[in-house]
């Protein structure tokens, strides 16, 4: 028998998900909890299932082998109002985007040395081109990309 997790939480809010295969990495958001979308994502016709078809590879090799991290934005519901709530969730996510296309060395440091030692390069197979908000403001880009350098700081911690 293995206990691998006890999740008691409120089943809405802000959350980004990382999810990590080999040396792919799909990151997302939801307003739900993300055990949600993970259930999902594991799934054909998912796109993290098209993502990996794209790209040539076995989904049935890469799904068996799935680390999943997901981090509740708890200061977007403190510090915004609720109609606001999705679309700065949206700017955190492609600030994460952003942050781990221009440094990849740290997340190769705190994740990729740990589980797979053999790995000296990830590809991110999630975008935001369709989602990243397009007219939020200034404030609310630095608040993103701030939150989101905080985010993987807490997750390099937590991995």
Request: proline share 1%.
């Amino acid at each position: 028998m293995k206990v691998r997790a006890f999740i008691k939480d409120d089943l809405e809010g802000s959350f980004v998900y990382l999810i990590f295969s080999k040396d792919v990495l799909y990151i997302g958001e939801t307003q739900r909890i993300a055990i949600s979308r993970w259930v999902q994502h594991i799934y054909q016709k998912s796109n993290f299932y098209k993502k990996i078809q794209l790209l040539g590879l076995d989904f049935d090799e890469y799904s068996e082998n799935v680390h999943f991290v997901s981090v509740e934005l708890t200061e977007i519901r403190e510090s915004f109002p609720e109609n606001r709530w999705r679309v700065i969730t949206q700017a955190v996510e492609h600030a994460l985007h952003e942050r781990l296309y221009l440094s990849r060395s740290e997340l190769l440091e705190a994740y990729y040395k740990k589980y797979y030692d053999d790995i000296d390069y990830y590809r991110i197979i999630s975008d935001t081109t369709r989602t990243a908000p397009a007219k939020i403001m200034d404030s609310d880009w630095q608040f993103a990309r701030g939150y989101a350098k905080q985010v993987l700081d807490d997750v390099y911690s937590f991995i």
